[in-house]
T-cell receptor, first 115, second 116 residues
């Protein structure tokens, strides 16, 4: 079975600063996807960033970037220039290929951006 | 944009009632999912479906059933609601895993269920 671990239940960051959210996972698979999802207080879960395991280059989406360490099974999210709208619950997720798209989620990190 | 719509945002039901949670997606996705979200436990998969009339148990199927009669609609049924089923329920959908461009899951806004 796949497991996804987020060891930081809560974090805070000053506005305009940088914060890194940690995620580790356990799998014997070689081909998979990793995701970070954001759930603001309004509760709509939205995709932040996605990484294919076969790609060595770290994914980047504007102020969001990941540090993907495949051998260490680590997938951290870095948020640069934090904004108040970044306040949300962040979930790390793992997806195996070719198994009906089963997704496995971590327990989440609650991020608060302080003005 | 993909839209996943859950028919009820907030429900209050009595113990023992039969509860239906409806979910509709408008992007012709093959896969649909029902998750339960509880503080400190993250998202736990209840059931998923990869085709019409097909269903697979997730991690916590006990006390739940599902129905997928049409591709766009996936219903979660609580046969006899209990207080420990008070939770937030999230529906989601995705394209099949054969499509590399579609390997993203899209969520509805969630349904808050309180069982009293």
């Amino acid at each position: 079975a796949q497991t996804v671990t987020q060891s930081q239940p809560e974090m805070s960051v000053q506005e305009a600063e940088t914060v890194t959210l940690s995620c580790t996972y356990d799998t014997s698979e070689n081909n998979y996807y990793l995701f970070w999802y954001k759930q603001p207080p309004s509760r709509q879960m939205i995709l932040v960033i996605r990484q294919e395991a076969y790609k060595q280059q770290n994914a980047t989406e504007n102020r969001f970037s990941v540090n993907f360490q495949k051998a260490a099974k680590s997938f951290s999210l870095k948020i640069s220039d934090s904004q108040l709208g970044d306040t949300a619950m962040y979930f790390c997720a793992f997806m195996k290929l070719y198994t009906g798209n089963q997704f496995y989620f971590g327990t989440g990190t609650s991020l608060t951006v302080i003005p | 944009d993909v839209k996943v719509t859950q028919s009820s945002r907030y429900l209050v039901k009595r113990t023992g009632e039969k509860v239906f949670l409806e979910c509709v997606q408008d992007m012709d996705h093959e896969n649909m999912f029902w998750y339960r979200q509880d503080p400190g436990l993250g998202l736990r998969l209840i059931y998923f479906s990869y085709d019409v009339k097909m269903k697979e148990k997730g991690d916590i199927p006990e006390g739940y059933s599902v129905s997928r009669e049409k591709k766009e609609r996936f219903s979660l049924i609580l046969e006899s609601a209990s207080t420990n089923q008070t939770s937030m329920y999230l529906c989601a959908s995705s394209l099949s895993s054969d499509s590399h461009t579609g390997n993203t899951i899209y969520f509805g806004e969630g349904s808050w269920l309180t069982v009293v």
